[in-house]
């Protein structure tokens, strides 16, 4: 019990210490933004547009870097079949954010949005806001999730703990100081979080290296001692599932709102820009040491240490392989360090995520949608009680659900067909409309889900070209479960099908209602006809046929965004009364 003893208090100092910093952040910043006029709400989501260079930087890294990603890239580099090669997440994120910050950040940023859906209801329209809310929500929480279910079976390798009570408590905290601070809370915590996975995942790595059960890792990279070589390869019959998914990450991994939830809390647009590229950087570098535990694990002879005869992969525990290398092949002292740092990547992911899901709720649903007139200490009270609703959900989910991660994966192929191409098309493609966006969104679903998901046993009812049916055995059962895995890069088919689907779409149904082919009454989502009726009506006087109609002969035309709906933006230029609510001039600005 002395060494478990010794965990609880290491983790404790860690859980207060980050507590402390979440609570100064708050009180340290708690009138910036506000005192300039700025509501509060957006001081919350964004912090005031004010985080630099150094805490920027940071925050931005820990975006992706948390649990999942150093728990992930270590069991792929683990894992025999897998390897080096296959673990992408390192490269994948990293590209992710270089894309970001060189072709969404700056449009993002200096267009003022408040949240990633901003731009889908100022063109598209409420109600396809709400819709693009769905994917973009199910990431955030099952991501959450996701990671406080892999803390808790961490810390029951370490310490013999309760595995619910060390969630619950994890969760608390996260959502604690989160409520009191919101961004500001969050960026600064993340500065800590980062040193400490840094700091103890390194201070791990030479001990376990050391260790006399371990092999030269050099060797084991090349050639098989105790399982196949962990640099890994791959066959030419999965390279465009490798493809696929690195496509996944490196685009997918770009329209979430806790990306751009660091972006335009930037300074400036350029900052923003800065930010990403550094991040990048941040993200290769944190993944070393995890690179370097899973080689370790793949190279080490088991039966020497206190783990067992069986390795790992054996017992259906690689998922695990980053606690089980520090609890057997460190000291304990180094070990519970090195607990610290898996315990801060969690808590560096869960916190953002869910403010990132309730700023998306209580301004894209609650304020746009359905109460525009609502004041901002309002949009503050229901962001806080999000912040408690989502943290509970993930908690619970984490928790309750065996399948969290087969959850998050779909999700995540959800956001990458579905949100990322009509990001695409509202930057960077003119006249796109609702009525292609709705295609768009319907095109990627279908072509997704049609591919199954093996990890939710969801059958796929579309066999892509290429399809085996594989088998994956339980080793401490002896269970053999027998799934479709589709080959063909269809993720990335579905996402193209599913951009090409909104700008095919959208034009169509412009040239049908302008052309008169369809009545104008038929316009039932207020895409076309009355988008180019308020353009028109904005220069005092419509030409049709060659002849006047003064405005008070035309009957009234329902707009997209009413006046106040407009007014919620923060940047009022975007929908000034020069046309700019059109399509057309929304992407001639800047």
């Not at 390798?157 to 100081?177: K, Q």
């Not at 951009?499 to 779409?505: E, M, R, S, Y």
């Amino acid at each position: 019990m002395t060494i478990h003893a010794e965990g609880l208090v290491a983790i404790v100092i860690f859980y207060v210490l980050i507590l402390f910093v979440g609570i100064w952040a708050a009180w340290k910043n708690k009138n910036s933004g506000v005192s300039d006029g700025g509501d509060r709400s957006e001081s919350i989501m964004v912090g005031g547009r004010d985080i630099g260079l150094f805490v920027g930087g940071f925050t931005m890294t820990a975006t992706w870097v948390g649990g999942g990603y150093i728990n992930g890239t270590a069991e792929y580099v683990y894992l025999p079949d897998y390897g080096l090669a296959w673990a992408q997440a390192p490269f994948g994120y990293a590209l992710s954010l270089v894309v970001g910050g060189l072709f969404f950040a700056k449009p993002m940023r200096s267009r003022g949005y408040v949240t990633m859906l901003d731009p889908f209801q100022q063109l598209y329209g409420k109600r396809m806001g709400g819709l693009l809310f769905i994917p973009a929500l199910m990431g955030e929480i099952f991501w959450s999730a996701a990671i406080l279910s892999a803390l808790g079976a961490t810390l029951s390798v370490i310490v013999d703990i309760n595995i619910n009570m060390s969630v619950v408590i994890s969760a608390l905290i996260a959502i604690f100081y989160t409520l009191v601070g919101g961004l500001y809370s969050v960026a600064y915590t993340d500065v800590v979080q980062l040193f400490c996975i840094f700091v103890g995942l390194w201070i791990s790595v030479p001990f376990a290296l050391s260790n006399p059960a371990v092999s030269d890792i050099s060797v084991s990279a090349k050639e098989a001692i105790y399982q196949s070589p962990w640099l890994g390869k791959i066959e030419p019959g999965d390279k465009w599932l490798w493809a696929d998914n690195f496509c996944l990450l490196m685009l997918g991994g770009i329209p979430w709102q806790v990306y751009f939830q660091r972006v335009l809390s930037a300074s400036s647009a350029t900052y923003a820009q800065v930010l990403s590229f550094l991040a990048a950087f941040g993200c290769l570098v944190m993944a070393v040491p995890s690179v370097l535990i899973g080689a370790i694990g793949a190279s080490t002879d088991w039966n020497q240490t206190s783990y067992g005869s069986l390795p790992p992969k054996d017992k259906d525990e690689s998922d695990m392989i980053l606690p089980i290398v520090l609890q057997h092949l460190c000291p304990p002292y180094i070990s519970f360090f090195g607990l610290g740092a898996v315990s801060a990547a969690v808590m560096s992911s869960a916190d953002s995520s869910i403010l990132s899901a309730s700023s998306m709720f209580a301004r894209n649903i609650y304020q746009l949608a359905f109460r525009q007139s609502a004041s901002d200490s309002e949009i503050v009270w229901v962001m806080r009680l999000t912040i408690f609703v989502f943290g509970a959900l993930a908690t619970a989910m984490a928790l309750l659900t065996g399948s969290v991660y087969g959850l998050w994966y779909l999700s995540s192929d959800l956001v990458y067909v579905i949100i990322f191409p009509q990001l695409l098309s509202v930057l960077f493609v003119k006249g796109t409309n609702t009525y292609g966006s709705v295609a768009a969104y319907i095109f990627g679903l279908v072509l997704r889900i049609g591919g199954g998901e093996p990890y939710l046993k969801l059958p796929p009812f579309i066999y892509y070209p290429g399809w085996v049916t594989q088998e994956r055995v339980h080793h401490l059962t002896g269970d053999v479960e027998h799934f479709v895995q589709q080959r063909f890069p269809f993720k990335s088919v579905s996402m193209v099908a599913s951009f090409l689907a909104n700008v095919a779409f959208s034009y169509l149904t412009k040239y049908l209602f302008e052309s008169g082919m369809l009545s104008h009454k038929y316009d039932f989502l207020d895409a076309v006809v009355s988008k180019h009726s308020k353009e028109i009506m904005d220069k005092a006087t419509l030409v049709s046929n060659h002849d006047n109609i003064i405005l008070s002969e035309m009957a009234p035309v329902k707009q997209v965004l009413g006046a106040s709906l407009a007014g919620t933006f923060t940047n009022t230029e975007v929908l000034s009364d020069d046309g700019a609510s059109s399509p057309e001039a929304f992407h001639n600005e800047d």
